[in-house]
């Protein structure tokens, strides 16, 4: 079996790609929780502000998902530009 | 230096029952030891319930322990099995199988640590609310072993199904990231699951009234946090039963790898920040039960935010397997 070089250079790709989103994946879902977690303890505390809160949950989320969704772009460009 | 493949199968049951077993212990061995340090404080907080809690705390470490039982049997059968080995695909697979269980002890063994401390520091608060403690100490902490026992089948699955039909390449590929994907995949859910569990106990002892609403979310809580695992069993299975088409390339066996990766170690995080989540509802649920409502609607956007990662990387590695 003659492996040539674009062929592993594909395949790096591709074990870049799953490494980086796999990775890519770990921050995001506990930071997301951590945000969570403090909103629902916060609303316990003063229900009548639950939409504030739920707001500024959701902003805070959106941020630390950015790196999550970073991660999305550079596994979908090593798999389909690079 | 070459061995004939009898011996690479002798090779990967060996290494792979010692990584299994190795790696199967870490958890148990956590989760146990947070439990009995929790349990040391609680007899120092109150040393009249010392029997109740020595009790409490023996059941939660032997949940606990079942998840390294799981490795130790894996392990034993790598061990002592004869494998007829007849391709490079079943040498893999037996490797695997022991990744798979390895990896997969991990999270059960932490997770169900917690709610059997939590149950011994309310069994200090509260001696009247033991015999309902560790009732909900017990669901919890069962909750907590599915991921490891989705492991456990997948284990079993890669050891005692025939591949001899498999092309080697992509087939050794697809094997690794099967056993990688649930393994892997376990850890988050695994400790997630513990995580609303000992909020749940120490919410029941801190206010007892609230037992049924606090149950009740946890389990919700617990099965929401089960989702990554589950995910990770998807791809294992779609890794295991798809059936590739042989390849002399390496691009289409590293992209079967990479996907098992990939949902392996993307559902880490997911799993365990669900489990956070929810921990919080759970805790605000027990201080003020009038709005159980409010706190389990914005609980569930931020498990479902927390999820997004675990689907993006559902979503590469399915696009790994079927498109690329």
């Known amino acids: 079996m003659a492996i040539e070089g674009a062929d592993v250079i594909r395949a790096a790709a591709f074990i870049g790609a799953g490494i980086a989103m796999g990775f890519g994946a770990i921050g995001p879902g506990v930071g997301e929780g951590l945000v969570a977690a403090r909103a ?29 969704i970073y991660s999305l772009v550079i596994a979908l460009l090593l798999l389909f530009v690079v | 230096m070459a061995y004939d493949i009898q ?51 023996l059941i939660g470490q032997a949940i606990a322990e079942s998840a390294s039982i799981f490795a130790l049997v894996i392990a ?6 004869k494998f007829s080995v007849t391709s490079y695909v079943t040498v893999c697979a037996i490797f695997a199988a022991g990744l798979s269980m390895g990896f997969g002890a991990i999270g059960s063994g932490i997770g169900a640590g917690f709610p059997a401390g939590a149950a011994c520091t309310g069994m200090s608060r509260q001696p009247a609310m033991s015999g309902k403690l560790t009732t909900n100490m017990l669901i919890g902490s069962a909750v907590c072993q599915t991921p490891s026992i989705f492991a456990l089948v997948v284990s079993f699955i890669l050891l005692f199904t025939d591949f001899s039909g498999y092309p080697v390449s992509p087939g050794w ?35 007892p009234l609230t037992i049924t609403p606090v149950t009740n979310v946890m389990l919700l809580g617990q099965a929401i946090a089960q989702t990554p695992a589950i995910l990770g069993l998807l791809i294992s299975f779609i890794l295991i039963y798809k059936g ?3 390849t002399d390339s390496l691009a289409p066996s590293m992209a079967l790898l990479g996907s098992g990766i990939c949902m392996g170690v993307g559902a880490i995080g997911p799993g365990i920040g669900e489990g956070i989540a929810s921990s919080g509802g759970v805790k605000a649920i027990a201080r003020n039960q009038e709005v159980v409502g409010v706190i389990m609607r914005s609980m569930l956007v931020g498990m479902a935010v927390a999820e997004s990662t ?10 790994m397997i079927f498109v690329a």
């Open chain 2, 244 to 246: 590739f088409p042989a």
């Open chain 2, 7 to 57: 011996t690479w199968g002798n090779i990967a049951a060996f290494v792979g029952g010692g990584m299994c077993m190795g790696v199967g212990a870490i958890g148990a061995a956590i989760g146990e030891g947070y439990t009995a340090a929790e349990a040391n404080l609680a007899i120092s907080r109150n040393a009249e319930s010392a029997g109740d809690i020595f009790k409490s705390m």
């Open chain 1, 40 to 68: 629902c303890e916060a609303i316990g505390k003063n229900p009548k502000e639950a939409g504030l809160l739920t707001r500024t949950m959701l902003v805070g989320q959106a941020v630390a998902e950015s790196t999550g």
């Open chain 2, 76 to 81: 034993m059968i790598l061990l002592f099995t």
């Open chain 2, 310 to 319: 675990a689907i993006y990387s559902m979503v590469i590695a399915l696009v």
């Open chain 2, 173 to 207: 590929a697809a094997m690794l990231g099967a056993g990688l994907a649930i393994g892997l995949g376990a850890i988050g859910s695994g400790i997630g699951g513990g995580v609303v569990a000992e909020s749940s106990c120490d919410g029941i002892a801190r206010q």
